[in-house]
């Protein structure tokens, strides 16, 4: 299993746009094959911050999603609305046993 977690700064006179394609987004993604969760969630200090916090069954559920037609739409959305790159990290959980 693997987590992606994708932090974005949205400018603020696009925030409703945003969120509006992000919705969609998350709702086509949430069908595809090996994806096990796909939410959104915002900074409670800065109002600007947007993170996607995924959960895929193994990596090669990603190289698809990556080219499927909604993040596409998605994408000519985002780079509208943000400030900056995107950070993208990828996490496994950790092994570590809790007694």
């Given amino acids: 299993m693997i987590y992606v977690v994708a ?7 696009t925030r409703a746009e945003f969120i509006a394609a992000a919705t969609s987004c ?3 993604t949430r069908k595809e094959p090996g994806n096990i969760a796909y939410d959104l969630h915002e900074s409670v ?8 916090v995924e959960q895929w069954e193994n990596e090669e ?19 509208k ?10 996490i496994t959980p950790a092994n570590v046993t809790v007694r």
């Fill in 7 to 13: 932090t974005l700064t949205v400018k603020p006179e």
């Fill in 26 to 28: 998350i709702k086509e």
């Fill in 45 to 52: 200090t800065d109002p600007a911050k947007m993170v996607f």
């Fill in 61 to 79: 559920a990603l190289v698809p999603h990556r080219t499927a037609e909604h993040m596409k739409t998605f994408g000519r959305v985002v780079v």
């Fill in 81 to 90: 609305c943000i400030t900056a790159p995107p950070t993208i990290e990828i």
